[in-house]
């Protein structure tokens, strides 16, 4: 089946920014998804991007799609303390509906 | 922007209690609904797709008799896990498909943890 990966940990330091890194298999991928979890809670859909652009800035985050080497990132400027919390990406295949995740980034944000 | 409920947020019972989990979108009508199972400090784990007015269709792996689906109306899916047992505790988070929206984004609930004794 079709594979996302993503780094366990980051660890920033308040007002640094973060950047969260994501890799995928599906060449297929239509739109690529950055959810944020923060504890005992469901996903918040943060962005998204199609898969024919290269990057999406909103606010304090950027996504970039390097589609060649299905590399995906998500910047967060001026992080703050409430930025502490999992990452998630998600692609979502031209084959269907559904959404592959991958592992989650644990954000860690020290004042 | 779109919302998603999820009822109850808690769920404690005895081995052998049938649950049943409540999925809501609120503002806007998905014809489709996902149902994900998460464990402690792990990824989302898609269990079944719901369809609104036909059947479920199950990931492979997972039981459709013991976790029912019915998705009777294009805004409620619930998840009926049977006859729970202590490996069916979890964290049971549902989405659905807003048809309505260009890129059909998936909105997700707050989720359901439910812990069997």
């Known amino acids: 089946g079709e594979d996302v990966e993503q780094s366990l940990f980051l660890s920033v330091r308040e007002g640094d920014s973060s950047v969260i890194n994501c890799t995928y298999t599906d060449s297929s991928s239509t739109y690529l998804y950055w959810y944020k979890q923060e504890p005992g809670a469901g996903l918040q859909l943060l962005t998204y991007i199609f898969s024919n652009m290269d990057m999406k800035q909103d606010q304090r985050l950027t996504v970039l799609l390097n589609k060649k080497d299905k590399h995906l990132s998500l910047r967060i400027a001026d992080t703050q303390t409430g930025d502490s919390a999992i990452y998630f990406c998600?692609?979502?295949?031209?084959?269907?509906?559904?959404?592959?995740f991958g592992g989650g980034t644990r954000l860690m944000v020290k004042p | 922007g779109a919302v998603v409920s999820q009822h109850p947020s808690w769920v404690i019972c005895k081995s052998g209690t049938s649950v049943k989990i409540e999925c809501r979108s609120l503002d806007f009508q998905a014809t489709t609904m996902f149902w994900y199972r998460q464990f402690p400090k792990q990824s989302l784990m898609l269990m079944a797709t719901?369809?609104?007015?036909?059947?479920?269709?199950?990931e492979q792996g997972v039981e459709k008799d013991k976790f029912l689906i019915n998705h009777a109306s294009l805004t409620l899916s619930t998840l009926t896990v049977t006859s729970a047992h202590p490996e069916d505790s979890s964290f049971y988070i549902c989405?659905?498909?807003?048809?309505?929206?260009?890129?059909?984004?998936?909105?997700f609930g707050p989720g359901t943890r439910l812990l069997v004794l």
């Open positions: 989405s659905a498909r807003d048809s309505g929206g260009i890129q059909e984004t998936q909105y």
């Open positions: 998600a692609e979502r295949s031209n084959a269907g509906n559904m959404l592959t």
């Open positions: 719901s369809n609104e007015g036909s059947k479920a269709t199950y």
